[in-house]
C-alpha cells in the first residue's frame, strides 16, 4: 500500500510548471535587474568620460600658461570634473579626480572612481557597483613665432597706450612663461607713420654695414612701403628695394624673435605715441620678422622656423584705435586696402592673423576683420578690461592642446 502511494506521488506531476516558472522568472528578474545595474554603469562610464575629458584639458591648458603651481591645477582639475558631474544620476558618489602630470610632454592625466548603490543591495553582489574611468590631455608642443603688430600714432597717447602695453606685456608673459626656451618666440613692429627698422633699415636702403657691429644700435632707419614685384611678399630682401626712409618716425625699433621676456617687454614699455596711423607698413614688418626668407637679416637666435617645420605655428597679433590712413606708394591702394593684400598672402603662407580692434571706427574695425579672415580671430575692445582680457584669450589660444586619450 505504502509503494503504491509512493509511486503515485512520483507520477503525479502537478505543479512542476509553476515551479519551473517561479526558477525562471526568477532567473530573469536577475538577469533584468544586472542588467539595469549594467546600462547604468556604462552610462556612468560615458558621464564620466566626458567630465574628465574637460577636466584634463582644463588642467592641461593651466599647465600650458606656466601661471600656476601643480597644486592649483590639481584643484582647478577636480572642480571641473566635480561641475561636470553634476548632471549624473543623483545616487552617484564620486572620490575627487587624482591629477598625474607628465612633465616631459607636458601631459596631464586625470583619473577618478565613482560608486551607486546596486539595486538587489547586496543580496548576490556588492552593495554598490563601482565605476573607474581616466582622460589624458597636454599641450602641442609647437614652435610658435608671434609677431606683434602696435599702434602706436598719435591717437593712442594717453591711457590707451598705456592699456595696450599692459595688454601685450601680458601676452607676451603668458606665452613665454613656463616654456623651454626658443619654443615660443615673440616679435614686435610698431607703427604710425613709419616703422622704425632701426640698423636692419640701414641694410635695407643699401648702406654698407655690419649687422652684428653693435656701435649701428641706436640709429633710426623710418621705412616705407616697399617697391617693386616683391612689394606684396616676404622674399628674401634686396638693398634699395624700399621706397625711402622717413627720418623722425619716433617709434621704438623692431624687435626680432626673442624668448627673452625681458626684452620683450622692455621694448613694449620704451613705445611712446607718435604721428599717423600707416597700418599696413606694421603688418608688413611683421611678416618679415617671422618670414623664414628673411633668416639671414635678423640674428642667429631670431631667425624665424621655415613655414613647413615640424609642430610650427605662425601668428600675427594686429591692432589698432583708428583708421590705416596713411600711404606713400599710393599707386598700391590705400593704406587700407594694402593691408588686406598683405594679410590675404600672409594667410595663404598659414599664418595666422589675430586682429584687435580697441575703440576703433567701423571702417578701422572692417579692416581689421578682413585681416583676420575669419571671426574668430576678430576681437572688439571698448574697455582696457576688454583690451587685456583680448590679448590674454589670444595668448592662451596660441597654447594648442588637444585629447590624446
Known amino acids: 500500500m505504502a509503494n503504491r502511494s509512493l509511486n503515485a506521488c512520483r507520477r503525479d506531476t502537478h505543479g512542476n510548471v509553476a515551479i519551473i516558472s517561479a526558477l525562471c522568472m526568477a532567473a530573469l528578474m536577475l538577469s533584468a535587474v544586472m542588467a539595469v545595474d549594467l546600462a547604468s554603469q556604462l552610462n556612468t562610464k560615458k558621464h564620466m568620460q566626458s567630465a574628465l575629458d574637460a577636466a584634463a584639458l582644463a588642467g592641461a591648458k593651466a599647465l600650458s600658461t606656466g601661471l600656476y603651481s601643480e597644486t592649483d591645477i590639481a584643484d582647478d582639475v577636480n572642480f571641473a570634473f566635480q561641475v561636470g558631474m553634476q548632471s549624473a544620476r543623483g ?116 648702406t654698407d654695414i655690419d649687422l652684428e657691429d653693435t656701435r649701428w644700435r641706436g640709429l633710426r632707419s623710418c621705412m616705407s612701403e616697399r617697391t617693386g614685384p616683391n612689394a606684396w611678399s616676404d622674399r628674401a630682401p634686396t638693398p634699395g628695394e624700399w621706397y625711402y626712409p622717413l627720418y623722425g618716425c619716433g617709434t621704438e625699433p623692431v624687435l626680432p624673435l626673442t624668448s627673452d621676456l625681458d626684452a620683450i617687454q622692455a621694448s613694449i614699455d620704451s613705445h611712446y605715441a607718435t604721428a599717423s596711423t600707416a597700418g599696413h607698413l606694421g603688418i608688413a614688418w611683421a611678416w618679415y620678422l617671422i618670414s623664414p626668407h628673411w633668416t639671414d637679416i635678423w640674428p642667429d637666435d631670431s631667425a624665424p622656423h621655415p613655414y613647413d617645420g615640424e609642430n610650427v605655428i605662425k601668428a600675427v597679433i594686429l591692432m589698432t584705435d583708428g583708421e590705416f590712413n596713411k600711404t606713400y606708394e599710393t599707386a598700391g591702394g590705400s593704406s587700407s586696402e594694402q593691408a588686406k593684400t598683405l594679410c590675404e598672402n600672409m594667410r595663404d603662407e598659414g599664418i595666422l592673423i589675430f586682429s584687435v580692434a580697441f575703440q576703433a571706427p567701423e571702417a578701422g574695425q572692417d579692416t581689421l576683420k578682413d585681416c583676420a579672415g575669419v571671426n574668430s580671430r576678430f576681437y572688439e575692445a571698448s574697455t582696457e578690461a576688454e583690451l587685456l582680457a583680448a590679448y590674454e584669450d589670444i595668448a592662451l589660444l596660441l597654447n594648442v592642446l588637444k585629447l590624446t586619450s
Open 91 to 206: 545616487d552617484l558618489t564620486c572620490d575627487a579626480a587624482t591629477m598625474v602630470v607628465n612633465d616631459d610632454t607636458g601631459e596631464v592625466t586625470v583619473s577618478a572612481e565613482c560608486s551607486f548603490p546596486a539595486m538587489l543591495g547586496g543580496a548576490l553582489a556588492g552593495d554598490t557597483v563601482t565605476v573607474t574611468n581616466s582622460s589624458s590631455a597636454q599641450s602641442v608642443r609647437n614652435k610658435i613665432d608671434v609677431a606683434m603688430v602696435l599702434d602706436v600714432s598719435i591717437s593712442m597717447r594717453g591711457e590707451k597706450l598705456l592699456a595696450l602695453k599692459m595688454a601685450a606685456k601680458e601676452a607676451a608673459r603668458i606665452l613665454i612663461n613656463g616654456r623651454e626656451p626658443g619654443t615660443i618666440r615673440v616679435s614686435a613692429a610698431s607703427y604710425s607713420s613709419s616703422v622704425n627698422a632701426d640698423m636692419f633699415g640701414h641694410y635695407l636702403l643699401g
